[in-house]
């Protein structure tokens, strides 16, 4: 309670509306990366307003944000190996960490205690205490003769486990972090070629890597490793042309609306409707660019969709009862991620070049809020602390 | 990953069949809002449209590369680690992309001025965009 300047001197600013209101909750807060400022806007969802904003978070040009479980801190990953805890409440800084050269992403276990970074530079895994961020453990992406690869695609699953690929290798890793000092591998080589990101279904049961380096995906049931990795989907790639792909697809936001998943084709201008009974595809939509986001509404009865530039500027949405797009918007230039609200009423849009977030009524797709942002990218809400694979 | 392995895929930029000729176009007004220069006889961009590519470099290409060009999924585009590549290899790389790797062909969204004009300020340090 302490009311502290100290948070000045690592740059943050201290939120005016929540230090001074007293008690209040999460639920309905959230962050927008501000990638060019090394900064983030802290948000409610309920206000459609920035409520404040935390800098000196390093180089934000390809970042994202797990929650803890109680909802208050925001663990930042950025580009330049950077790991800081943000407190939503406080708007501060809370840690921070910097545990790499070049990292990708991360993840929080099933029990909130571990935080996991998968690293670009030096390729491999940290896991760190949720709470001090302390070094528990690495693992070195260690293949070959020794060399380090990428690891990408790095998401939790039950039983305190993170499972994540190594892009070079061509390689998925299990690691059971049940005791975090001594992670338990399990790896499972000769997956396929160049495996660029990964999701696990909401239920924790399968995690799918997608390929670069060849079609299909490679598929892990959670439940029976013992299985080994399956090839899935062998039409899903950038087939033999091999296609200019002008910005990676990104898999985790992968759409599950009832028994079907729609995800975003490689290459092509397509959104790919998947059974999710029996991993094949069942239909094929097309759409307005290479797209980036495909996700779901909370409910399952929309589909969101943005796109690679040079389509970016454009955003349609998919009926998934007549798999139809029912609308195509114009929010802005440079459309780089969307975020539903916890139950669906509102989207909310980063416009890069707009420097702006926007915000639509899902119902009506009327535009009801905006808000200005430095050139925003990732928008987070907290109620990714309670999913898995977020 | 990611090396000179098969620099040479000039049949990469005709595969690729315009997907939005009416996208580009307003891309190119709304975006670069000058003449498309797609001569071999590679003009110097004028200021405004370096502007744009510095910009482009700095927010869409660091997608992969990283907005400080230090790497990511992509290789680092700073000085230090293009040394000793020469300028017109880097162009050919961007036009037309390596289909052994991620690097996709920008040939449908930059001119030759374009990829030249990139390729020599990577070289030299690139200037800042933001």
């Given at each position: 309670m302490r009311a502290r300047i100290v948070g000045l001197l690592a740059g943050t600013i201290l939120l005016a509306g929540c230090a001074s209101a007293g008690v209040r909750g999460t639920g309905d807060l959230g962050v927008v990366i501000e990638r060019a400022n090394g900064s983030v806007q802290l948000v409610s969802t309920t206000e459609r307003a920035a409520i404040g904003r935390v800098a000196g978070l390093g180089d934000l040009s390809h970042a994202s944000v797990v929650y803890s479980r109680d909802g208050r801190y925001a663990y930042v990953f950025g580009r330049d190996g950077g790991l800081t805890k943000v407190d939503l409440l406080r708007g501060r800084i809370d840690r921070r960490v910097v545990q790499s050269g070049n990292a990708i992403g991360g993840a929080i276990s099933q029990d909130g205690r571990l935080i996991a970074v998968a690293n670009y530079v030096p390729g491999g895994v940290k896991v760190f205490d949720a709470a001090t961020l302390e070094l528990l453990a690495e693992i070195p992406a260690a293949y070959g003769d020794g060399k380090l690869a990428k690891v990408v695609g790095i998401e939790d699953a039950p039983g305190n486990r993170f499972v994540f690929s190594l892009f070079e290798a061509g390689e998925i890793w299990v690691a059971d972090l049940s005791d975090p000092r001594r992670p338990a591998l399990q790896k499972f080589k000769g997956i396929g070629k160049e495996p660029y990101d990964a999701l696990v279904t909401p239920d924790g049961r399968y995690y799918l890597a997608g390929l670069f380096g060849e079609d299909g995906m490679a598929m892990l049931d959670l439940w029976h490793t013992e299985r080994g990795v399956k090839r899935v989907l062998?039409?899903?790639?950038?087939?033999?042309?091999?296609l200019p792909v002008y910005k990676m697809p990104h898999l985790e936001g992968w759409a599950i609306a009832g028994r079907h998943a729609y995800v975003p084709a490689v290459a092509r201008h397509e959104v790919l409707v998947i059974d999710t009974d029996t991993w094949r595809e069942v239909g094929r939509i097309a759409v307005a660019g290479q797209p980036v986001f495909v996700i779901a509404r909370p409910d399952g009865r929309q589909v969101w969709v943005n796109f690679a530039?040079?389509?970016?500027s454009t955003v349609q949405v998919i009926d998934t009862e007549t798999r139809r797009i029912v609308r195509t918007l114009a929010p802005g230039k440079a459309i780089l991620h969307m975020e539903f609200t916890p139950r669906g009423e509102a989207v909310w849009l980063s416009a890069r070049d707009d420097d702006r977030v926007v915000v639509y009524d899902t119902a009506t797709f009327a535009r009801i809020a905006e808000i200005p942002a430095a050139k925003p990218s990732g928008i987070f809400f907290t109620a990714r602390a309670f999913r898995t694979g977020f | 990953m990611h090396t000179e392995r098969s620099m040479l895929h000039g049949a990469a930029r005709s595969r690729?069949?315009?997907?939005?000729p009416l996208a580009l176009a307003l891309l190119v007004i709304l975006?670069?809002?000058?003449?498309?220069?797609?001569?071999?006889a590679a003009a110097e961009p004028s200021p405004q449209r370096a502007a744009q590519l510095a910009y482009m470099v700095r927010q869409d290409c660091g997608s992969c590369h990283g907005m400080t060009l230090t790497g990511g999924l992509g290789p680092a585009l700073v000085p230090a680690a293009l040394k000793g590549k020469p300028a017109a290899y880097i162009k050919h790389v961007i036009l037309n992309g390596n289909k052994n790797t991620a690097m996709p062909g920008w040939s449908p969204l930059l001119s030759d001025a374009d990829a030249e004009w990139i390729a020599e300020r990577l070289l030299g340090g690139f200037p800042d965009a933001r």
């Open positions: 062998d039409g899903y790639g950038r087939g033999a042309q091999k530039v040079p389509d970016y | 690729y069949g315009l997907p939005h975006m670069f809002g000058v003449t498309f220069a797609n001569s071999a």
